[in-house]
């Protein structure tokens, strides 16, 4: 009885592990593309100014959104970068 218990969980374990290092379906991975990587980083190098006029003491997620909802007030080199951001792909729901 405790053999076949054992057995149970030991399969449980490495059938557990193989799926949490699966990554998501529709990609998703562990972090940003490198497409998007490039994207952020030439958007911060087009947008400095933008960064500092329009949202001054914000930084990261926050600086991004605050240059998204002021993009009618942004540089023309800024607004060319941000129009080359790759956009997200909607996830979808988990099943359930």
């Known amino acids: 009885m405790k ?8 399969a449980l374990a490495v059938g557990g592990s193989a799926f949490a290092q699966e990554p998501p379906a529709g990609g ?5 593309s490198p497409e998007m990587v490039a994207a952020r980083q030439a958007m911060r190098a087009a ?4 960064f500092k006029t329009l949202c001054d003491g914000k930084e990261g997620r926050e600086a991004f959104m605050c240059l ?7 540089s023309a080199g800024c607004k060319d ?4 951001m790759p956009r ?5 729901a988990p099943a359930g």
């Open 28 to 32: 998703g991975g562990a972090g940003p």
């Open 88 to 92: 997200r792909q909607p996830q979808p």
């Open 68 to 74: 998204r909802q002021n993009a009618d007030k942004a």
């Open 3 to 10: 053999l076949s218990i054992l057995a149970a969980l030991a």
């Open 81 to 84: 970068a941000m129009s080359k």
């Open 47 to 50: 947008c400095a100014a933008d």
